[in-house]
Nanobody, 123 residues
Framework: QLQLVGSGGGLAQPGGSLTLSCQIYGSGIYTIAWFRQAPGKEREGVSSIVSSGFSTAYADSVKGRFTISRDNAKNAVYLRMSSLQPDDTAVYYC??????????????????WGQGIQVTVSS
């Protein structure tokens, strides 16, 4: 059993930065991922990171702008979002699973989900 609690959403201007946090309650070896869903669109896998933090994966749409990291001492995962664009506006979710494919995460690979976090990029 695992619980995930996301935080850090809000409003940012285009070109700005925002960091999301995912606090993990429970133990085990898990890959953690970030997803997002914009109005009228499918849920998109944004990024993922393995338990050790050594390997990461990103969607092409965010590569070079977003950075995923984790602090295992705090049992938390972060998503640093930079050079934000209006298309980044979405509800963001963190999730936990037991696999890492090396590519962008897909919804069916993840078993535990945090609550949605609204991120709005607008001037």
């Amino acid at each position: 059993q695992l619980q995930l609690v996301g935080s850090g959403g809000g409003l940012a201007q285009p070109g700005g930065s925002l960091t999301l946090s995912c606090q993990i309650y429970g133990s085990g070896i898990y890959t953690i991922a970030w997803f997002r869903q914009a109005p009228g669109k499918e849920r998109e896998g944004v990024s993922s990171i393995v338990s050790s933090g050594f390997s990461t994966a990103y969607a092409d749409s965010v590569k070079g702008r977003f950075t995923i990291s984790r602090d295992n001492a705090k049992n938390a995962v972060y998503l640093r979002m930079s050079s934000l664009q209006p298309d980044d506006t979405a509800v963001y979710y963190c999730a936990a699973g037991t696999f890492f494919t090396g590519g962008p995460p897909t919804t069916d690979e993840y078993d535990y989900w945090g609550q949605g976090i609204q991120v709005t990029v607008s001037s």
